[in-house]
């Protein structure tokens, strides 16, 4: 069984002093980061942009897990993929079918991969068990969108599983944001998620370094209970 991958949210940051901040993260055995990115509309308030994205990648070799949570993204992904993006990750409730097909198909030809975020109201989409194919990664939120820090919903655990079992295959990563920590690591992971994004609960510790790898050790200590 795979290990399950951990990626810290930027955006709980000390964004004056990012490339600090991310070197530690990297140092401590992180998987990838994620930089969640905010509009003023789709989201309650405005993070960051491409030219960011672009600083980030030149201070790092991780994988850059870029979650649109913003409306049309179809206007703003490729700046984002231009940046440094690896994954870009977009709404089911800002892109409709058509469009999600038009952007899979786009994004694999520069081989990066495509994400869909679920907010924690939204139901999984009838037509995604046929169509897991055109997606590497499904997000579900565990808070609303858009602050870091905000408390865990357990509510979503069912659609983590419901998701997980979309996934038995293999090829499509689950991944669970917010309010995750080291207490609730093991309920997330038990449900099957397989990326786990943390921002306050690492980056708002004090130590980095023991807070990312806390929560390493629990993913591993629960991936061991779970059976196969």
């Known amino acids: 069984m795979s290990g399950v991958k951990i990626a810290p949210s930027i955006l709980a ?13 990297e140092e401590a055995g992180a998987d990838m980061i994620h930089v969640d990115v ?9 993070s960051l942009g491409p030219d960011t994205v672009r600083a980030i990648r030149k201070v790092t070799r991780l994988p850059l ?19 440094g993006g690896d994954i870009i990750t977009v709404h089911a409730e800002a892109a409709g079918r058509s469009l999600l097909h038009k952007l899979s198909k786009e994004i694999h030809q520069k081989d990066k991969k495509l994400g869909l975020a679920l907010k924690p109201s939204t139901p999984i989409p009838s037509w995604l068990r046929s169509e897991t194919n055109p997606f590497d990664v499904v997000l579900v939120l565990s808070v ?7 408390a865990f919903m357990p509510s979503v ?3 983590v599983r419901k998701v997980a079992k979309l996934a038995d295959s293999g090829e499509l ?4 944001d917010g309010g995750v920590d080291q207490e609730n690591a093991s309920i997330i992971v038990e449900a099957g998620a397989t990326v786990l994004v943390a921002g306050a609960s690492i980056f708002r510790k004090g130590d980095v370094k023991s807070a ?7 993913t591993q200590r629960t991936r061991r209970e779970v059976p196969a």
């Open 212 to 218: 990312l790898q806390n929560m390493r050790a629990v």
């Open 38 to 46: 905010t509009d003023g509309h789709f989201a309650p308030n405005i």
């Open 144 to 150: 609303n969108p858009g602050f870091p820090g905000q």
């Open 157 to 159: 655990l069912p659609k």
């Open 13 to 25: 940051a000390d964004h004056a002093d990012l490339k600090g901040e991310i070197g530690r993260v």
């Open 65 to 83: 897990d870029i979650h649109l949570m913003i409306t049309n993204p179809e206007k703003f992904y490729e700046p984002f993929l231009s940046a």
């Open 173 to 176: 990563d689950v991944e669970v």
